[in-house]
């Protein structure tokens, strides 16, 4: 939620832990990109899913058709990891933590 408006500006979420490796997402709407809410749910959220219990490694895909949201990722904190063709993977760990 936007603090000032108290409009919905975007979600993010967790996808079930598999292995103590936890994978998230998010989006913003449209009207609301590029002012660091992203960056930020981003950073709260690996934060919050490195205190889960068994939980060692938090990870984004991104689409590599998306340097904006790679952007994010790394304003987070999380470093790419490998990628293929079409996506790359962004991730973070209980020792370096979401801000390295």
Do not use: Q
């Not at 959220?45 to 904006?68: D, R, W, Y």
């Not at 079409?86 to 760990?93: F, H, K, N, P, S």
Request: glycine letters at 12%; a negative charge; proline letters at 6%.
């Amino acid at each position: 939620m936007e603090r000032a408006t108290g409009l919905v500006v975007g979600a993010v979420g967790l996808f079930p832990p598999a292995d103590g490796t936890i994978e998230f997402g998010y989006g913003i709407v449209p009207s609301r990109r590029g002012l660091g809410y992203a960056s930020e749910a981003a950073r709260a959220i690996a934060a919050f899913a490195l205190t889960a219990p068994g939980v060692h490694t938090v990870h984004a895909n991104v689409e590599l058709s998306n340097p904006a949201s790679a952007r994010v990722l790394e304003k987070a904190g999380l470093t790419r990891v490998s990628a293929d063709d079409e996506t790359a993977r962004y991730e973070t760990d209980a020792a370096a933590g979401p801000e390295r």
